[in-house]
């Protein structure tokens, strides 16, 4: 299962960054996702919303995501979290067929 984590660096955290300019954030990551049994897809940088991360996974369960959320932020290195699962176009297409399947057991308010 693939998940998009995306966050901003707390200022504590962009003050020991900025201290240490050549720490590597993608060998932590890295670390965490392979703790937890997955693959560090990919990790940009991004400054959207101020100095942040957004790292793609894939994981062998859905529990993984949110426990690697919780640790990430529970460190104290990032705030303004968001997890995002990811859906490959095969998975999506499986959700789609479901959806048809179930279509005739929900009925809409006032029908």
């Known amino acids: 299962m693939h998940f998009c984590l995306t966050g901003q660096y707390t200022p504590a ?20 996702t392979e703790a937890a049994g997955g693959k560090l897809v990919s990790m940009y940088s991004t400054a959207t919303d101020g100095p942040g991360v957004m790292v793609i996974v894939d994981l062998p369960d859905a529990s993984a995501a949110p426990a690697i959320t919780g640790v990430v932020v529970e460190s104290g290195a990032l705030h303004n979290v968001k997890l995002i699962r990811l859906w490959t176009q095969d998975e999506i297409k499986q959700v789609r067929q479901k959806a048809s399947e179930l279509r005739g057991a929900y009925k809409p308010p006032g029908k």
Do not use: D, F, Q
């Open 13 to 32: 955290a962009l003050k020991n960054i900025m201290e240490n300019p050549t720490t590597n954030r993608y060998e932590a990551a890295k670390k965490l």
